[in-house]
């Protein structure tokens, strides 16, 4: 069909209701889930419904939330990082052996730490380009070879499974209030990292909608050949995309590592997936060029709320997963309908 | 047939565009070889040739998606390589193609700016208001009126997404703008569209370059012509030198044209067989005749082959 009608309108296209657009937002299934949980666990346990509990609700969501923004824009640029979970305890790790080690301030080994994390992400991003290899296979081997890093430098620095303890060294206390402190509001207890998230909700959100980086980030993800023709800078773009995510992650990291004063060296496995799970249930395509940044971030509350609520509520604990693959899916289900009833519109 | 009114040939010091013995090889395979051309601002340079014939090549390396082994590439008469798109684009080439066109699940304001965004205020956010304003404009002007341009282009229609693709290069395109086979998924109204809109950037004093292997609709536009066979140059003329029976049987390959027929001279185009069901493998292999001379008759008519 390539007869379109050169008159001024074409009466055959309806204007979409103004419902239909808000439907065919990424965003709107996840949040219809969350409203549906939270009224769900409200329900089942009265424990959810205290006001007090909000903080840990928040807290939970944001340690997820943090990376799922990062790799909502990586997912959206056409790209998974299934090193995401390790690089996290990677991060902690070098801060932490690196300010041990050598005696250091502590803020020595976080910097050290932030320029190994953009690494790890800059040549994840630059094995991507050089070998044409598809991301789901250049990350899951940097995830093993993190993975036996973290064990293998803490073996040889600390010669057991877990970081030295840092909380006698210079810089501890500073570094602590910046990454792992906690402030009340009335009788909600907030932890810093749930500022961070939201920051980071905000500026993912205004990167991927308002600039025009937001608008290289939907072209690489959804025809990278067709931006590189019209001239966007489609490797730079990825690259960066995969920075941002070890930023999120030396973020986490530093939180996790002040927060327990060390970190085990096998901590992080498995969460890479938790992330892309939040991304999805918020609207992000696996195939990328569609998403929401707002909607992972949704995705990460979605998480907090059913981990704790799962507990409130004295179901089983060990039903947690189970639950959330169910809720993938249902989430994911959702979605599709969603777009599929704002498409027909 | 005569939309194009004749344009004195500018006497600029240096063409526009200009290939010198320009060409380019894939490992062992010429795809291109010694090709002479020159684009002057002003003129529509149609560049014809069948399926493999180097037409995709030779806008790659215009366009700077590929750069070229032989020979050189003169832009204002200055040797120019480009590394990548957004080079070519910044020394004022845009290009439109055939097959890498636009994201589809992006909106189609976004699509029209995408790597050209106008952004506004300190934050360097986009303008998104001036942005739709300008898009909605711009494709009001090509005759097609889309209501709502946060719509994805992957729900319009071929004919659609390739005018805003067109209307895209043309409001960016400084200089040369390369169009790839505009016409090819279009019907004949549309196709008309376009066509005008070859000869507006003609007549803005944009170097247009119109790959097609329809010689109708280049010779509709055409200044220049130029075949490409098997990644060399075979035609290159100017209008006045040609008809359009002679363009279309050089497009052709006359003498190929003419085998064909003698091939196929055997066959009863207009007999009838009655229905019958065929068991997988039932239909046998026609007899090749390898031992096609050219003399036949050459009678068929100039169909173009098929699309690329």
Redesign the interface.
């Known amino acids: 069909?390539?007869?379109?009608?050169?008159?001024?309108?074409?009466d055959r296209?309806v204007?979409?209701s103004w419902l239909a657009?808000v439907m065919g937002r990424p965003e709107v299934g996840a949040l219809i889930g969350a409203i549906a949980l939270a009224a769900l666990f409200s329900a089942a346990a009265p424990a959810f419904r205290n006001i007090t509990n909000i903080g840990t609700i928040l807290y939970g969501s944001s340690t997820i939330g943090i990376m799922a923004v990062a790799v909502a824009l990586l997912m959206i640029g056409g790209e998974f990082d299934l090193s995401a979970g390790v690089a996290v305890t990677t991060s902690g790790l070098a801060a932490a052996h690196t300010a041990w080690y050598f005696g250091l301030n502590v803020w020595v080994g976080v910097f050290i730490a932030l320029l190994i994390s953009l690494a790890i992400g800059a040549f994840n991003g630059w094995l991507l380009y050089k070998t044409g290899m598809p991301s789901f296979l250049v990350t899951l081997g940097t995830f093993f070879i993190l993975q036996g890093v973290n064990l293998a430098v803490t073996r040889i620095v600390t010669g057991g499974v877990s970081s030295n303890s840092l909380n006698d060294m210079d810089g501890f206390n500073s570094a602590k209030a910046v990454f792992a402190s906690t402030f009340d509001v009335g009788s909600v207890r907030i932890n810093i990292t749930v500022i961070y998230w939201v920051i980071l909700t905000i500026i993912g959100s205004?990167l991927l909608l308002?600039?025009?980086y937001?608008?290289?980030i939907?072209?690489a993800g959804?025809?990278a050949?067709?931006?590189?023709?019209?001239?966007?800078?489609v490797v730079a773009t990825k690259i960066a995309l995969f920075m941002g995510v070890g930023f999120c992650a030396w973020l986490l990291g530093m939180h996790l590592l002040f927060n327990f004063n060390n970190l085990q060296s096998g901590q992080g496995v498995g969460n890479e997936f938790i992330y892309i799970i939040a991304a999805v249930i918020g609207g992000c395509?696996l195939t990328g060029?569609?998403g929401s940044v707002v909607g992972a971030s949704i995705g990460a509350l979605i998480f907090g709320m059913t981990r704790l609520g799962i507990s409130y509520a004295g179901w089983n604990v060990d039903w947690f997963f189970t639950f959330l693959g169910a809720m993938l899916i249902l989430a994911t289900l959702v979605n599709l309908y969603v777009k599929r009833k704002a498409?027909a519109r | 047939m005569t939309a194009v009114s004749e344009h004195p040939s500018r006497t600029v010091e240096h063409p526009l565009l200009e290939f010198d013995n320009v060409g380019k090889s894939y490992g062992n395979v010429q795809a291109l070889r010694g090709v002479n051309l020159t684009v002057r601002q002003g003129e529509v340079t149609c560049v014809l040739g069948d399926n493999g014939a180097g037409k995709s090549t030779l806008i790659k390396i215009m366009a700077g998606l590929h750069d070229y082994t032989e020979g050189e590439m003169k832009l204002n008469g200055i040797e120019r390589r480009f590394g990548s798109p957004r080079l070519a684009q910044a020394a004022g080439i845009a290009t439109v193609y055939q097959d890498l066109a636009l994201a589809p699940l992006m909106s189609v304001w976004r699509n029209f700016f995408l790597a050209n965004e106008i952004r506004t205020g300190p934050l360097r956010m986009l303008d998104i208001e001036a942005m739709k304003s300008i898009c909605g404009e711009e494709l009001r002007k090509m005759g097609i009126e889309i209501p709502d341009l946060e719509r994805p282009v992957g729900r319009l229609s071929g004919g659609q997404r390739q005018v805003i693709a067109i209307a895209r290069a043309i409001y960016f395109g400084a200089k040369v703008v390369i169009l790839d086979e505009p016409t090819a998924a279009l019907g004949v109204k549309q196709s008309g569209v376009v066509l005008k809109y070859i000869v507006k950037a003609r007549d803005a004093g944009l170097g247009v370059i119109f790959i097609t292997h329809n010689p109708h609709h280049a010779f509709l536009v055409g200044n220049h012509f130029i075949i490409l066979k098997l990644g060399r140059v075979v035609l290159d003329a100017h209008r006045s030198e040609l008809t359009l029976d002679q363009l279309t049987a050089e497009m052709a390959g006359g003498q190929e044209l003419a085998e064909l027929s003698h091939e196929l001279g055997g066959i009863d185009a207009g007999k009838v067989v009655a229905p019958h069901e065929v068991r997988h493998g039932g239909v046998g292999a026609p007899e090749l005749d390898d031992s096609a001379d050219g003399s036949a008759d050459g009678s068929a008519d100039g169909q173009p082959k098929g699309t690329a």
Do not use: E
């Open positions: 069909m390539s007869t379109v009608t050169t008159t001024s309108t074409d296209v204007t979409r657009q205004l308002r600039t025009r937001g608008n290289w939907f072209a959804g025809d050949p067709a931006a590189r023709a019209v001239g966007v800078p395509m060029g569609f498409d």
